[in-house]
Protein backbone atom coordinates (compact mmCIF):
# COMPACT_ATOMS: atom_id res chain seq x y z
CA UNK A 1 0.00 0.00 0.00
CA UNK A 2 1.53 3.37 -1.22
CA UNK A 3 0.66 6.26 0.79
CA UNK A 4 1.44 10.28 -0.40
CA UNK A 5 1.26 12.73 1.44
CA UNK A 6 3.34 16.06 1.54
CA UNK A 7 3.15 15.40 5.33
CA UNK A 8 4.67 12.10 5.52
CA UNK A 9 7.96 10.35 3.88
CA UNK A 10 9.74 7.13 4.53
CA UNK A 11 12.04 6.79 7.21
CA UNK A 12 15.53 5.09 6.60
CA UNK A 13 14.32 1.93 7.82
CA UNK A 14 11.68 1.74 5.15
CA UNK A 15 8.85 2.69 7.40
CA UNK A 16 6.42 5.64 6.76
CA UNK A 17 6.63 8.49 9.54
CA UNK A 18 4.88 12.17 9.59
CA UNK A 19 7.11 15.32 9.32
CA UNK A 20 5.75 18.07 11.72
CA UNK A 21 7.20 21.81 12.74
CA UNK A 22 9.65 21.86 15.49
CA UNK A 23 8.56 24.23 18.33
CA UNK A 24 11.43 26.57 17.42
CA UNK A 25 10.22 26.92 13.84
CA UNK A 26 6.45 27.84 15.03
CA UNK A 27 8.16 29.94 17.97
CA UNK A 28 10.37 31.85 14.90
CA UNK A 29 7.09 32.34 12.78
CA UNK A 30 5.30 33.54 15.34
CA UNK A 31 7.73 36.33 16.29
CA UNK A 32 7.92 37.24 12.76
CA UNK A 33 4.15 37.71 12.14
CA UNK A 34 4.48 39.66 15.47
CA UNK A 35 6.85 42.00 13.94
CA UNK A 36 4.93 42.79 10.91
CA UNK A 37 1.31 43.11 13.06
CA UNK A 38 3.55 45.79 14.95
CA UNK A 39 5.30 47.76 12.01
CA UNK A 40 1.60 47.79 10.21
CA UNK A 41 -0.99 48.69 13.30
CA UNK A 42 -0.10 52.40 13.35
CA UNK A 43 -0.44 52.96 9.98
CA UNK A 44 -3.47 51.36 10.01
CA UNK A 45 -4.41 53.50 13.22
CA UNK A 46 -3.82 57.00 11.25
CA UNK A 47 -5.48 55.45 7.95
CA UNK A 48 -8.88 54.74 9.86
CA UNK A 49 -8.30 58.37 11.41
CA UNK A 50 -8.15 59.91 8.29
CA UNK A 51 -10.34 57.90 6.95
CA UNK A 52 -13.47 58.90 9.85
CA UNK A 53 -12.57 62.74 8.78
CA UNK A 54 -13.06 62.75 4.92
CA UNK A 55 -16.27 60.26 5.51
CA UNK A 56 -17.27 63.43 8.16
CA UNK A 57 -16.38 65.44 5.99
CA UNK A 58 -18.38 64.05 2.65
CA UNK A 59 -21.52 63.59 5.12
CA UNK A 60 -21.77 67.36 5.88
CA UNK A 61 -21.16 68.42 2.12
CA UNK A 62 -23.73 66.05 0.84
CA UNK A 63 -25.83 67.51 3.45
CA UNK A 64 -25.29 70.77 2.44
CA UNK A 65 -26.45 69.79 -0.56
CA UNK A 66 -29.29 68.52 0.38
CA UNK A 67 -30.63 72.15 2.09
CA UNK A 68 -29.59 73.66 -1.13
CA UNK A 69 -31.99 71.42 -3.10
CA UNK A 70 -34.31 70.93 -1.10
CA UNK A 71 -34.66 74.80 -0.87
CA UNK A 72 -34.81 75.29 -4.58
CA UNK A 73 -37.63 72.64 -4.55
CA UNK A 74 -39.71 74.77 -1.72
CA UNK A 75 -38.61 77.69 -3.07
CA UNK A 76 -38.36 78.72 1.11
CA UNK A 77 -35.24 78.73 2.99
CA UNK A 78 -33.55 76.00 4.70
CA UNK A 79 -30.54 76.72 7.09
CA UNK A 80 -27.60 73.96 8.54
CA UNK A 81 -27.28 74.95 11.96
CA UNK A 82 -23.93 73.37 13.58
CA UNK A 83 -23.52 73.04 17.52
CA UNK A 84 -20.51 72.78 19.50
CA UNK A 85 -19.74 70.62 22.15
CA UNK A 86 -22.28 68.48 21.31
CA UNK A 87 -20.47 68.08 17.58
CA UNK A 88 -23.81 67.85 15.91
CA UNK A 89 -25.78 69.90 13.05
CA UNK A 90 -29.48 70.20 11.96
CA UNK A 91 -30.89 70.81 8.72
CA UNK A 92 -34.30 72.78 9.71
CA UNK A 93 -36.86 71.85 7.44
CA UNK A 94 -36.31 68.45 6.63
CA UNK A 95 -37.61 65.27 8.91
CA UNK A 96 -35.32 62.31 9.90
CA UNK A 97 -35.38 59.75 8.07
CA UNK A 98 -35.49 57.36 10.80
CA UNK A 99 -37.88 59.48 12.69
CA UNK A 100 -40.07 61.26 10.67
CA UNK A 101 -41.22 63.21 13.65
CA UNK A 102 -37.80 64.43 14.62
CA UNK A 103 -36.30 67.09 13.04
CA UNK A 104 -32.54 66.11 10.44
CA UNK A 105 -29.28 65.83 12.99
CA UNK A 106 -26.57 64.40 12.34
CA UNK A 107 -23.86 63.86 15.11
CA UNK A 108 -20.39 63.69 14.08
CA UNK A 109 -19.11 61.79 17.50
CA UNK A 110 -20.75 58.58 17.01
CA UNK A 111 -20.13 55.74 14.79
CA UNK A 112 -19.29 55.99 12.11
CA UNK A 113 -17.56 59.29 12.15
CA UNK A 114 -16.11 59.60 15.79
CA UNK A 115 -14.57 63.09 14.99
CA UNK A 116 -14.70 66.45 16.36
CA UNK A 117 -16.28 70.14 14.91
CA UNK A 118 -13.38 72.70 14.81
CA UNK A 119 -15.28 75.09 13.55
CA UNK A 120 -18.21 75.92 11.76
CA UNK A 121 -17.76 80.03 10.58
CA UNK A 122 -20.22 80.89 8.01
CA UNK A 123 -18.97 85.14 7.97
CA UNK A 124 -19.43 84.80 11.93
CA UNK A 125 -22.20 82.38 11.97
CA UNK A 126 -22.57 78.93 12.70
CA UNK A 127 -25.15 78.62 9.98
CA UNK A 128 -25.74 78.62 6.70
CA UNK A 129 -28.93 79.44 5.12
CA UNK A 130 -30.06 78.79 1.39
CA UNK A 131 -32.41 81.20 0.32
CA UNK A 132 -35.54 79.76 -2.24
CA UNK A 133 -33.27 79.84 -5.05
CA UNK A 134 -30.89 77.36 -3.50
CA UNK A 135 -28.13 80.27 -3.14
CA UNK A 136 -25.99 80.67 0.69
CA UNK A 137 -26.89 83.43 2.49
CA UNK A 138 -22.76 83.90 3.11
CA UNK A 139 -19.67 81.87 2.19
CA UNK A 140 -17.59 79.77 5.09
CA UNK A 141 -16.32 77.12 6.32
CA UNK A 142 -16.81 73.97 8.72
CA UNK A 143 -13.69 71.87 9.80
CA UNK A 144 -13.86 68.68 11.07
CA UNK A 145 -10.76 66.49 12.90
CA UNK A 146 -9.86 62.91 13.72
CA UNK A 147 -6.55 62.63 15.41
CA UNK A 148 -3.95 64.44 13.15
CA UNK A 149 -5.91 64.55 10.23
CA UNK A 150 -8.72 67.53 9.29
CA UNK A 151 -11.13 68.31 6.52
CA UNK A 152 -12.85 71.46 5.39
CA UNK A 153 -15.82 71.77 3.83
CA UNK A 154 -16.68 75.08 2.07
CA UNK A 155 -19.71 76.81 1.08
CA UNK A 156 -18.77 79.52 -1.78
CA UNK A 157 -21.43 82.24 -1.84
CA UNK A 158 -21.64 83.52 -5.61
CA UNK A 159 -21.98 79.91 -6.69
CA UNK A 160 -23.17 77.84 -4.17
CA UNK A 161 -20.56 74.90 -4.81
CA UNK A 162 -20.08 73.01 -1.68
CA UNK A 163 -16.37 71.65 -1.78
CA UNK A 164 -14.26 69.11 0.14
CA UNK A 165 -10.59 70.20 0.46
Known amino acids: ?24 EVIITMLV ?10 RCVNSLAQRKAYAAAQRIAADLELA ?3 ARMA ?3 RAVSFVFGDETYAVEGIQDLDRAANGYTVSLKDAPYGVDLVSADFEGS ?6 GYGVPGASGTAVVASGNFTNTVRVDKTTGKVTIE
Not at 126 to 131: G, I, K
Open 1 to 24: MRRSSILTQRNPRGQWSRRAFTLV
Open 33 to 42: IGILAAAAAP
Open 68 to 70: RRT
Open 75 to 77: SAS
Open 126 to 131: PQVVFN
